[in-house]
């Protein structure tokens, strides 16, 4: 055995109503300039969190889009730089987090994030940026979060078809988390337990959206996966999803929604180590159990679902291998091709 085990220096508070806290959370840091950040469909949740900030807000921005385009991260920075924030606040899914973290990242400030969808993106060092149609991701310790409020009362009203293809995306985490060059016995663990936590919870999301300890169940996974990918390299299932979902902006969770039972097929051979944690974790098959549970849940399962054309996937496949990525079984173009065409 040989690894090397990275620290994960978020202070993670998790439990229904704990959203109350950021106030406190804020002091803590000792920040009085905050800006909040969220997406247009969140505005009402950032306005609660100002509420809870007091004083200490500086001011909120709801203009948070999917795969954060240059220009709305670019508006943002600037935006921060006028209110003169001292700290910034993302609340909301995973586009509400990638603009903080561009504010982050350029303003050097300390960022909150109160996560309302499965992302995991609130536990990550990792920021996204897409510009003419290209998304490009990188890694920096100063938009990692420093404090992480997970509250599954902010998730109940995330309807049934966002919560499912959201838990996929986190669900993705987990598997390439398992199978990353440096992976360790520590990520291995908690990525098996986030595979158990969201298949075993996530079927009871769809059933009762309301329900409470399914939706903290369900949450608690998100954030083990989170976790695993913050520590780990991501493999070609992320390259794929950032390649298609970000050059030809498709609703990111959908995209690796489509993507993992495939991802999954092409690559369990070559980690069978992988293929048993994860049939140990999902009771059965993954691919199998995966596939049968996401028809059952209404999930979409093609391209075309999501808008997509067999042209526009072609014309991006080559990026998926340029350069490759470091995955147990790296693909040749034509075998992008193949699995997109599937898709
Ligand atoms: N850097 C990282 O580590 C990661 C980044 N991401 C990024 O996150 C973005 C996708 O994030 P998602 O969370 O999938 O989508 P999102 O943040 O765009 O949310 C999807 C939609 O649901 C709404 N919404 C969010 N929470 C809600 C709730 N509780 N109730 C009702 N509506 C709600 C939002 O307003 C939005 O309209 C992408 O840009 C992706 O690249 C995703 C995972 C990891
Ligand atoms: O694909 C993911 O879920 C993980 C990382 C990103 O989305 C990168 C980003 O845009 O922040």
């Known amino acids: 055995?040989?690894?090397?085990?990275?620290?994960?220096?978020a202070r993670v508070l998790f439990g229904a109503g704990r959203f109350a806290e950021l106030g406190d959370e804020a002091a803590r840091l000792d920040v009085h300039r905050v800006v909040v950040v969220t997406?247009?469909?969140r505005?009402?949740?950032?306005?609660?969190?100002?509420?809870?900030?007091?004083?200490?807000?500086?001011?909120?921005?709801?203009?948070?889009?999917?795969?954060?385009?240059?220009?709305?991260?670019?508006?943002?920075?600037?935006?921060?730089?006028?209110l003169g924030a001292d700290a910034c606040v993302a609340v909301g899914g995973g586009s509400s987090i990638g603009l903080g973290k561009a504010i982050a990242r350029d303003v050097r400030l300390p960022l909150l994030a109160v996560p309302s969808t499965y992302s995991g993106s609130e536990m990550t060092p990792v920021w996204g940026r897409t510009e003419d149609g290209v998304k490009t991701t990188g890694r920096d310790e100063a938009v990692r979060p420093a404090i992480v409020v997970y509250d599954p009362e902010l998730t109940t009203s995330l309807p049934v078809r966002t919560?499912?293809?959201?838990?996929?995306?986190?669900?993705?985490?987990?598997?390439?988390?398992?199978?990353?060059?440096?992976?360790?016995?520590?990520?291995?663990?908690?990525?098996?337990?986030?595979?158990?936590?969201?298949?075993?919870?996530?079927?009871?999301?769809?059933?009762?959206?309301?329900?409470?300890d399914a939706r903290a169940d369900l949450l608690y996974g998100a954030w083990l996966a989170g976790a695993g990918l913050a520590v780990t390299t991501m493999g070609l299932h992320h390259r794929l999803a950032?390649?298609?979902?970000?050059?030809?902006?498709?609703?990111?969770?959908?995209?690796?929604t489509v993507l993992l039972p495939r991802v999954l097929a092409f690559t369990l051979p070559a980690v069978p180590d992988v293929a048993a944690v994860l049939a140990d974790a999902l009771g059965g098959d993954p691919v199998e159990v995966?596939?049968?549970?996401?028809?059952?849940?209404?999930a979409p399962t093609t391209f075309a679902d999501l808008g997509a054309s067999a042209a526009d996937l072609a014309a991006v496949a080559p990026r998926a291998v340029e350069p490759p990525p470091r995955h147990p079984r790296v693909p040749t173009v034509a075998e992008v091709r193949e699995l997109l065409d599937a898709a």
């Not at 060059?181 to 959206?209: K, M, Y």
């Not at 950032?242 to 690796?256: E, F, I």
């Open 1 to 9: 055995m040989r690894f090397t085990e990275l620290p994960r220096p």
């Open 39 to 41: 997406t247009p469909g």
């Open 43 to 82: 505005k009402a949740l950032g306005e609660q969190a100002a509420e809870y900030l007091g004083d200490r807000c500086a001011g909120v921005l709801a203009d948070a889009v999917e795969h954060v385009p240059g220009e709305v991260a670019d508006a943002g920075v600037a935006r921060a730089r006028e």
């Open 163 to 212: 919560s499912v293809t959201s838990a996929v995306n986190g669900l993705a985490h987990a598997v390439e988390a398992l199978w990353a060059p440096d992976t360790t016995p520590v990520v291995r663990l908690e990525a098996a337990e986030s595979a158990r936590a969201i298949v075993d919870a996530l079927p009871r999301v769809v059933s009762a959206p309301d329900d409470l």
């Open 242 to 256: 950032h390649v298609v979902g970000g050059g030809l902006d498709l609703p990111h969770a959908g995209t690796h």
């Open 290 to 298: 995966l596939t049968t549970m996401l028809a059952r849940l209404g």
